[in-house]
């Protein structure tokens, strides 16, 4: 699983790493601290889920979520520090998959996070598996079975207290 940070405070794409990788230990982590650098992370990567700091540069979150909606329909979870910026979002149609205003407790933020890839993988129809079984006995025909599979979920969450992880604009 690859998950995309865009942010310009370094501290918190640190913080917001290791907790990602402490409570999903598959994840790729990619990170960018710009809007340009984030939509070519993106555009390269595809990464399963984004998450957004509206407050880069010259608006450069609001532009690059424009820019994500787009070409993709990924889930993208908007960070930013005023309530008043989540009407600004739905004014401008944006449409970002959830939405939390800074101070946010780190459990929050892996609820939203697990809810929003749960809604992918519900959205996702299952993988077909194909399979060839050799006959019991030499000579046997071949038979090909197919098998539905269930789309990974992320690791069953831990209940743990990060409240150090939480990030911090001011």
């Known amino acids: 699983m690859k998950m995309l940070i865009v942010a310009e405070e370094r501290g918190l794409i640190e913080a917001l790493t290791i907790g990602l990788a402490y409570e999903w230990p598959d994840v790729r982590v990619l990170a960018a601290t710009d809007g340009a650098a984030g939509l070519r992370q993106f555009i390269q990567e595809t990464p399963d889920l984004t998450l957004l700091d509206l407050h880069l540069r010259d608006n450069g979150g609001w532009t690059l979520l424009q820019q994500i909606r787009e070409v993709s329909r990924a889930p993208v979870i908007v960070l930013a520090a005023r309530g008043a910026e989540l009407e600004e979002v739905k004014r401008q149609g944006l449409e970002p998959d959830e939405y939390l205003v800074t ?10 996070i697990s809810a929003a890839l749960r809604g992918v993988a519900e959205a996702r129809p299952p993988a077909t598996v ?15 079975l197919a098998a539905r599979q269930t789309p990974p979920t992320p690791a069953r969450r831990r209940a743990v207290h990060l409240q150090h992880l939480a990030p911090r604009h001011g």
């Open 130 to 144: 194909v399979a060839t079984v050799r006959g019991p006995r030499a000579g046997a025909p071949a038979r090909t």
């Open 103 to 112: 101070p946010f407790s780190p459990n929050q933020l892996f609820t939203r």
